[in-house]
C-alpha cells in the first residue's frame, strides 16, 4: 500500500505546533506495519542548511494556479528511514514565517495543486491514498474531483483528510475559485465550498475527501456540537460513520526520560525518583527556592484563550498561595504574556515564565515537574498530557477532547488513574483540583504510585497507526 501524507509542517524540516509531530511520527510507525508511506510538504526557506545540502533535485515542472504558470521543483531527502518529498517554490515558501501572509491562500492553493501535479513526476511511486492534513491541504480533494477525474495516474486514488484544529479553517474570499483553483462559480454553494460569505478550505476537505479522521473520539464527537463545531457542527453530523477519531500517539524515541539528553539526569519508571535531581537542577537554573519536596506545577504551551490561560490568570495567586511553584514555557497574545512575567516577578522564588519555546527546555520542565497543567477551552488531542506521564510529571486537565481520552482521573477509593481532572471551564474548579492534587502528593506513597501508573500507560504510536491501516484497507 502506498500513501502520500502531505502537510504543511514537519519535523525535523518545519514545526510550529502538534501537526509537525504527528507528520514525522505517524509516518515512521506506520512504515514499521509495512505501509511505503512518503511525507510531501512545502521546501521552507528556514529548513537547516544542513538538511538542504543533503536533498537531491528530483523534477521540476510547472504548476498552474488560476492563470499564473509557477515554478515548482521536487527536492528529496530521507530521514530516519522516511521519504520526504519537498515542493519547492521561493516565491510562495522563502519567508520569515510558516503562516500569517496576506497570500497564505494562494500559498496554500498552490501547494495543493502541486501536490497532485507531481504525482506525473514520481516515478517509483503512484499513491493508492494521499493523507491530507488540516485547511493547508484540504483543497486537494476538491481539485483531484475537479481537474483530475480523467487521468489515468489519479482517477484511482482516495483522499483521507484529518482535522487536528477545526478553528483555523483556511477560509478566504470566494474570487479564490476562478482566480486561483480554476472552479467555477458552482462551488460558492452551501453543500460546496461556501462559508458564509467566504468559502472554507477545511469544508471542502470535509465534503470531497473519502474519509475524514480527527485527533481523538471525544473531539470527533464534539466537533457535532455548535460550541466546538465552528459553523461546520451541522456537516460534521450529516456525514455519519466517514468521520472517525482516531487519538493521537507520541514518539516513544524522541519522548524518552531513559536516553533524553535534553534532560538534567535520565530515569525511567524504576527510577523515577531521580525526578527529584532534575526538579533541583531546575529550580537552580531558574532562580528559584529549592527544595526537591516543593511540588511543582509545569506548563508548556501557545498562551492562547484556546489553552485556558484565562483561567490560570484568574486564580495565579490562590494557586501559589498553595505552596506550590509554577513554572510557564511559551508565547503567544501578548496581554498574557506580559500578565505572567508580572507574576514571575511579584513571586520570584516560586514562579517563572519563560516566554520563547525551546524544545530542551521544555522537556527539562517535563522531567522536574510533579504536575503538568492543561485547563484547555477545547483541545482536540495534546500531546503534552500524553509527554508529561511519559516523564512522570501528572497531568491536570479539563475534560475535552483528547485530555478527556488520555488522561484518567484519579480515583481514590479504586486507587485507579493516572492525572487528575475537572468538567466545567471555571477558574476555581481548576483550583480545587489543583488543592486536591497537591494534597495527594504530600502522602508520597500513594503519589508514587499514581506516578508510576502514568509512565506504564503506552501513548505510543503503535495502536494509532494500526487504526490508520485499518481505515486505510477500508478504502
Not at 162 to 169: A, C, D, P, R, V
Request: charged fraction near 25%; glycine fraction near 8%.
Amino acid at each position: 500500500m502506498k500513501i502520500l501524507f502531505v502537510a504543511s509542517e514537519a519535523y525535523p524540516f518545519a514545526r510550529v505546533g502538534g501537526l509537525s509531530d504527528v507528520a514525522y511520527s505517524l509516518p515512521k510507525a506506520l512504515r514499521k506495519l509495512g505501509v511505503d508511506v512518503r511525507v510531501m510538504l512545502p521546501k521552507y526557506s528556514q529548513i537547516s542548511q544542513e538538511y538542504q545540502n543533503e536533498m537531491r533535485h528530483l523534477a521540476n515542472f510547472i504548476v498552474p494556479v488560476g492563470w499564473r504558470n509557477q515554478y515548482c521543483g521536487i527536492e528529496y531527502i530521507e530521514f530516519e528511514g522516511i521519504p520526504y518529498y519537498l515542493l519547492d517554490n521561493e516565491y510562495y515558501f522563502k519567508r520569515h514565517q510558516y503562516y500569517g501572509y496576506y497570500d497564505d491562500g494562494e500559498r496554500f492553493a498552490y501547494f495543493s495543486r502541486a501536490i497532485l501535479e507531481s504525482i506525473y513526476h514520481l516515478e517509483d511511486f503512484k499513491p493508492d491514498i494521499i493523507h491530507c492534513n488540516d485547511w493547508h491541504t484540504g483543497i486537494v480533494p476538491v481539485l483531484l474531483k475537479a481537474h483530475y477525474s480523467q487521468s489515468d495516474v489519479h482517477k484511482n486514488i482516495k483522499i483521507v483528510f484529518t482535522i487536528h484544529n477545526l478553528k483555523f479553517q483556511g477560509v478566504f474570499h470566494k474570487i479564490v475559485l476562478g482566480d486561483l483553483l480554476s472552479l467555477g462559480d458552482e462551488y460558492y454553494d452551501e453543500n460546496r465550498l461556501k462559508y458564509y460569505d467566504g468559502i472554507s478550505f477545511m469544508k471542502g476537505g470535509i465534503i470531497y475527501s473519502d474519509k475524514v479522521t480527527t485527533v481523538s473520539k471525544t473531539y470527533a464527537e464534539e466537533i457535532k456540537t455548535p460550541f466546538y463545531g465552528e459553523g461546520l457542527h451541522g456537516l460534521l453530523e450529516g456525514i455519519g460513520d466517514k468521520l472517525v477519531g482516531i487519538v493521537n500517539g507520541i514518539d516513544y524515541d524522541f519522548y524518552n526520560p531513559q536516553t533524553d539528553k535534553d534532560i538534567y539526569v535520565n530515569y525511567d519508571v524504576n527510577s523515577f525518583e531521580k525526578k527529584k535531581e532534575n526538579k533541583v537542577r531546575l529550580q537552580k537554573d531558574l532562580k528559584l527556592e529549592v527544595g526537591e519536596n516543593i511540588p511543582l506545577i509545569g506548563l508548556v504551551s501557545r498562551l492562547t484563550n484556546q489553552k485556558g490561560i484565562d483561567l490560570v490568570l484568574a486564580v495565579l495567586e490562590d494557586i501559589l498561595h498553595t505552596g506550590v511553584q509554577f513554572v510557564v514555557l511559551g508565547t503567544g497574545e501578548k496581554n498574557y504574556e506580559d500578565s505572567l512575567k508580572y507574576f514571575a516577578f511579584k513571586y520570584p522564588s516560586q514562579m517563572a515564565a519563560i516566554i520563547d519555546f525551546s524544545d530542551s527546555l521544555a522537556k527539562k520542565i517535563y522531567a522536574s515537574s510533579d504536575m503538568f497543567l492543561m485547563p484547555s477551552l477545547f483541545e482536540p488531542c495534546g500531546i503534552s498530557q500524553q509527554v508529561a506521564q511519559r516523564y512522570g510529571s501528572l497531568p491536570i486537565v479539563r475534560e475535552t477532547g483528547g485530555l478527556k481520552d488520555t488522561v484518567i482521573p484519579y480515583n481514590e477509593y479504586t486507587g485507579e488513574g493516572n492525572g487528575f481532572s475537572f468538567t466545567n471551564y471555571n477558574a476555581h474548579d481548576m483550583l480545587h483540583v489543583i488543592e486536591y492534587a497537591v494534597s495527594i502528593y504530600k502522602d508520597k506513597e500513594r503519589w508514587n504510585r499514581i506516578v508510576r501508573q502514568a509512565m506504564e500507560v503506552d501513548h505510543s504510536w503503535n495502536a494509532s497507526a494500526k487504526g490508520y491501516l485499518s481505515l486505510y484497507e477500508s478504502l
